[in-house]
């Protein structure tokens, strides 16, 4: 018998059990297409970072943390280290250095999250972030010194609902009013709120401690050279303070996304076994409820070989039937998330790339085969009489 009355046997035998086929291919469905969703989240960052993250922020860091490992620095860096950066030899490059007291307000709704970025008044944002424009107000300036003002992305005063005039809880101990939203410019810009270093530093009861210092040079492509001189420095490399270049930031991100792959990728593994579980017991069953059939076939001149193929094919049948649904659910699932994020933070917050697919259907033909050879086994290994015989 050829391919295509095989094919056609192994599709009969699936519509002779629409409900049992149809719950079966949902439940692996629901298993492959959780692993696309999960790995579409950590594709849609890479993208984001790779168009608008990747070249602004500072030259070189400095902090406790390495670039990467945290989402923030936490504020406890001496400020002590602004004043030895600044004193360097004009030989390394270095072109200004601007102190940051950064940190987060979480909140279980994300639209309510903020990023509050404090900066000294004289030099203002341009000195981490060229390039912003004011659609509202204006920008930090050194008159804001010691005022408690801020400056919204544009993205973070829709999300917080405030207008131009309005007033920002920062903490239990402060609050500030906004003399000005940016335009929108970048997923990172359009989400931060600025305000002077003092009154992040006040409100969050930091004293004068700092986040990070950031350093700019005046020629980006030594920002190595510069690196590996400060680590050498006592006051600075010597107090275990780490350096990191903008490459480094994209290396540690990098790694937290894959971090995050690998964890997502454990998860899936599970649903998946499950999934190929519920694909054994359907064709097990299958198996078992056309026994006769199968005797029948070898009784007139079939051999087992073609018993197994049959039952295999069965089972690539009902695994591909689930990929393709698990598929469309991942794309549904993607294109809402999107729709969310572009609605928070403007930026596409997962990726469905043809990578992605086409690892969503070799998973699910391998899923089949694996599935599919113990039942296939069993069904060719039936024995003519006992199978005409069962009733």
């Known amino acids: 018998m050829n391919m295509p009355d095989l094919l056609r046997l192994a599709v009969l035998g699936l519509l002779r059990r629409p409900v049992r086929t149809m719950l079966t291919a949902l439940g692996l469905a629901v298993a492959l297409g959780s692993m696309l969703i999960f790995l579409s989240l950590g594709e849609g960052l890479r993208g984001v970072f790779r168009a608008e993250l990747g ?7 400095v902090a406790w943390t390495r670039a990467g490992q945290t989402i923030l620095p936490p504020m406890d860096m001496d400020p002590a280290v602004v004043g030895v950066l600044r004193n360097l030899p004009k030989s390394l490059g270095i072109a200004a250095v601007t102190p940051v007291a950064s940190t987060i307000r979480q909140s279980l709704d994300p639209s309510q999250s903020a990023v509050f970025y404090g900066l000294p008044t004289a030099t203002g944002i341009d000195a981490m972030f060229s390039g912003v424009k004011v659609a509202q107000g204006r920008l930090l300036g050194p008159q804001d010194t010691g005022k408690d003002v801020a400056v919204l992305g544009a993205k973070a005063a829709q999300n917080l609902k405030l207008e131009l005039g309005g007033t920002l809880e920062l ?11 940016l335009a929108p410019q970048s997923a990172l810009t359009d989400t931060f709120t600025f305000l002077p270093l003092d009154t992040v530093q006040r409100a969050f009861g930091v004293g004068d401690r700092l986040s990070l210092v950031a350093v700019k040079l005046r020629n980006p492509a030594d920002a190595n050279r510069v690196a590996a001189a400060l680590a050498k420095e006592p006051q600075v490399g010597g107090l275990g303070l780490e350096i990191s270049t903008r490459a480094d930031v994209a290396a540690g991100i990098q790694k937290l996304l894959n971090s995050a792959d690998v ?23 299958g198996v078992y409820e056309r026994t006769r059939e199968f005797g ?26 689930g990929g393709a649904v698990g598929l469309g ?17 403007g930026i596409n917050g997962a990726a469905l790339t043809p990578r992605l697919i086409l690892v969503g259907l070799l998973v699910a033909l391998a899923l089949g085969l694996t599935s599919g050879w113990w039942p296939a086994r069993n069904a060719g290994r039936l024995n003519v009489v006992d199978a005409l015989g069962r009733i």
């Not at 070249?55 to 860091?61: M, S």
């Not at 009784?299 to 039937?321: D, H, K, M, N």
């Open 55 to 61: 070249g602004v922020g500072p030259d070189l860091q």
């Open 171 to 181: 903490s239990r101990r402060g609050s500030a009013r906004i003399i000005g939203i």
């Open 263 to 285: 964890l997502s990728v454990c998860l899936s593994v599970i649903a998946l076994i499950v999934g190929g579980l519920a694909v054994v017991n359907t064709v097990l069953m």
């Open 296 to 321: 029948t076939l070898r009784a007139i001149g079939a051999r087992p070989a073609f018993v197994r193929r049959l039952v295999l094919i069965e089972t690539l049948l009902l695994s591909v039937l």
């Open 329 to 345: 659910l991942a794309g549904v699932a993607v294109w809402g998330i999107n729709i969310y994020t572009q609605n928070l933070a």
